[in-house]
């Protein structure tokens, strides 16, 4: 199952610098947006085990970006994604890719799978 989901906020990255109270307020605003997604598109995790998320990062633009930066920004999809699923986040294995291609504004493909 596939799901595609915006590219996170700037301010999200670990290298912004802003206020954790505003900090939080794009966190809380991103979170709602993937979860609404993710709920609309009826994902779920009907079996035992782990559950591999393939995480396909596409820019926005052709910045250089820190590979690091662009997963931890996505933090708050992934607690998302867990929430729509109805999970504990633990389960999740995580394979990200930062992308070379540029898709205009941005977004992040995420592919769920049982397996490697």
């Known amino acids: 199952m596939k799901i595609t989901l915006p590219w996170p906020p700037k301010e999200l990255s670990p290298?912004?610098?802003i206020h954790w109270a505003k900090?939080?307020?794009f966190i809380k605003a991103y979170r709602?947006?993937?979860f609404v997604i993710a709920r609309n598109a009826g994902i779920k995790a009907d079996?035992?085990?782990?559950i591999h998320l393939w995480v396909t990062f596409y820019p926005p633009d052709r910045r250089r970006r820190d590979d690091d930066n662009v997963y931890s920004s996505f933090k708050a999809a992934r607690d998302a994604l867990a929430d729509a699923m109805g999970i504990?986040?633990?389960r999740f294995r995580y394979r990200p890719f930062l992308h070379d291609e540029v898709r205009p504004g941005g977004e992040v493909?995420?592919?769920?799978t049982n397996g490697p």
């Open 109 to 112: 493909v995420v592919a769920i």
């Open 47 to 50: 079996w035992e085990g782990p």
């Open 23 to 25: 900090k939080a307020k």
């Open 32 to 34: 709602q947006e993937c």
């Open 88 to 90: 504990d986040d633990n």
């Open 15 to 17: 290298n912004a610098r």
